[in-house]
């Protein structure tokens, strides 16, 4: 019987384990989370309040619907009743400027501004700003083949105002990280397939645009989804999955490190035991997987360390409607790095998704923490740091009715100038260790359904090498 280790019960492991119950259906597989509980960065806090329901999400808070792993497995999983898109009746966001909230220009497509109108009417960007963003129809393609900091790459096309007061802005809310140094390749490849194939940015988003079909779920076209009492809803069902399907389930078990030995692979724990296998996959964090592999590849080792991870925070803080001294009309606010601000972003939960909160109330969500950027490690100074960001920028002075605070160390990994380059010598050092595989946020995407595709083609892996290993056996002759 094939035995499999999988380390690491975030998205990705839980994944990892169930696409192989359904590939390699006789293996006898293991998951290993050092935590006391599964998901990782997915938790819901479902907090009862009078009659009605919180539904506080601790890490992320939806998933992108068209990228097509996540809605795949919430369909196999028999979720896709319960996917819900954001709330199409209020869809402003905000950029914070100059400490006040103005509107994101309609007509973003892919981050890249495409509405000419609403670019001349807002107030984010500058005559002289927006003259710049013009040149992009004019502007030649780079002729170089060679990778640029995401920053660099839309200053070039749009002009530095229009990088610091649009794009950035969005891009820290997803990667948490600073545009200067991440890598265009390895974050938004396809800005620079824009910029080859039509010549501009403008001109090939609106292309892109004009080609997308807009798929609905649930009759929103809305591009991202969640369960309807969270996230923890799909973590709920793989691991209800798992134990149907005899997977060994151990919480509160730490890895010490990993052996190779005679093409197997010895997974010692630190209770002094430890488990003989076939096959590893190691879906922890880059740095922890390097530090598990250091004893028998210290090269693989190394890489998998050298990937840096940025700090994060959220808090959610309810609110009676009354308390508000603003209508939330919309599913938040961006903050650009140059603004100075200790917050990230903040989403006004209910209005983005109205079932999260009960009748009358509010419920208000502030990320703390970007690349380059210490942010205080205890829950009352990032309760009062996320306080008072809703009082400078909301005018909140009501103390809430109900807060969580979730601190997430060495959450976000940063996708740098040299994680392509990095990435090839990790696959080309995995070629070397059959049954050995990797997945996670660390290396192609960091999205739930990157995790979820990540987990899949870590088992695709093992299956590969399984299948090679198989080849290579010669038949037995009956004589």
């Given at each position: 019987m094939r035995q499999i280790v999988i380390i690491g019960g975030g998205i990705a492991g839980l994944s990892a384990a169930y696409y192989a119950t359904k590939k390699l259906p006789d293996a006898q597989i293991t998951l290993i989370e050092s935590d006391s509980r599964w998901g990782g960065k997915i938790t819901t806090d479902r907090a009862m309040f009078d009659d009605g329901q919180f539904i506080i999400e601790g890490g992320p808070d939806t998933f992108l619907a068209t990228k097509p792993w996540g809605v795949a497995l919430c369909k196999e999983l028999g979720l896709s009743e319960r996917l819900h898109g954001t709330n199409p009746n209020q869809k402003n966001t905000y950029v914070l400027n100059k400490g006040h909230l103005l509107p994101m220009p309609d007509g973003l497509a892919m981050m890249i501004p495409t509405n000419v109108s609403a670019i001349l009417r807002s107030r984010l960007v500058s005559w002289f700003g927006k003259a710049r963003m013009g040149l992009d129809f004019m502007l030649p393609s780079h002729t170089l083949n060679c990778d640029e900091s995401l920053g660099s790459?839309?200053?070039?096309?749009?002009?530095?105002?229009?990088?610091?007061?649009?794009?950035?802005?969005?891009?820290?809310?997803?990667?948490?990280?600073?545009?200067?140094?991440?890598?265009?390749?390895?974050?938004?490849?396809?800005?620079?397939?824009?910029?080859?194939?039509?010549?501009?940015?403008?001109?090939g988003a609106l292309q892109m645009r004009k080609q997308s079909n807009g798929k609905s779920v649930q009759g929103s076209r809305s591009a991202f989804l969640t369960p309807t009492t969270g996230l923890a809803e799909i973590v709920e069902t793989l691991v209800a999955h798992l134990q149907t399907n005899n997977v060994d389930l151990r919480l509160n078990?730490?890895?010490?490190?990993?052996?190779?030995?005679?093409?197997?692979?010895?997974?010692?724990?630190?209770?002094?035991?430890?488990?003989?296998?076939?096959?590893?996959?190691?879906?922890?964090?880059?740095?922890?997987?390097?530090?598990?592999?250091?004893?028998?590849?210290?090269?693989?080792?190394s890489d998998l360390k050298s990937i840096p991870y940025a700090s994060t925070a959220t808090v959610s803080l309810a609110y009676r409607q009354s308390d508000l001294t603003r209508e939330l009309d919309g599913y938040g606010y961006v903050i650009p790095r140059r603004e100075g601000r200790k917050a990230l972003a903040c989403t006004w939960t209910s209005t983005k998704f109205p079932h999260r909160a009960p009748d009358r109330y509010a419920l208000i969500r502030v990320f703390v923490g970007r690349a380059g950027q210490d942010i205080p490690w205890n829950e009352n100074d990032l309760l009062a740091l996320a306080k008072e960001e809703l009082n400078l920028t909301l005018g909140l002075t009501a103390e809430p009715i109900l807060s969580r605070v979730f601190m997430w160390d060495k959450a976000m990994p940063q996708y740098n100038l040299g994680h392509p380059e990095l990435l090839k010598r990790i696959d080309t050092a995995l070629e070397n260790h059959p049954g050995l595989a990797i997945a996670g946020n660390g290396y192609r995407g960091i999205g739930i359904p990157d995790c979820i595709h990540s987990g899949e083609l870590a088992v695709n892996k093992i299956l590969e090498n399984s299948a090679v290993e198989n080849s290579s056996v010669p038949a037995q002759t009956t004589h």
């Open positions: 790459f839309v200053s070039r096309r749009l002009g530095r105002e229009a990088y610091e007061n649009l794009i950035e802005p969005l891009m820290s809310g997803i990667y948490a990280g600073d545009g200067d140094a991440l890598s265009l390749a390895s974050t938004f490849p396809y800005l620079r397939d824009l910029e080859i194939k039509y010549g501009s940015l403008a001109r078990t730490s890895v010490s490190r990993i052996s190779n030995i005679d093409s197997r692979y010895l997974v010692e724990l630190e209770d002094d035991s430890s488990l003989d296998s076939d096959s590893v996959i190691l879906a922890s964090p880059a740095y922890v997987s390097g530090t598990l592999l250091a004893s028998f590849d210290p090269t693989l080792a």
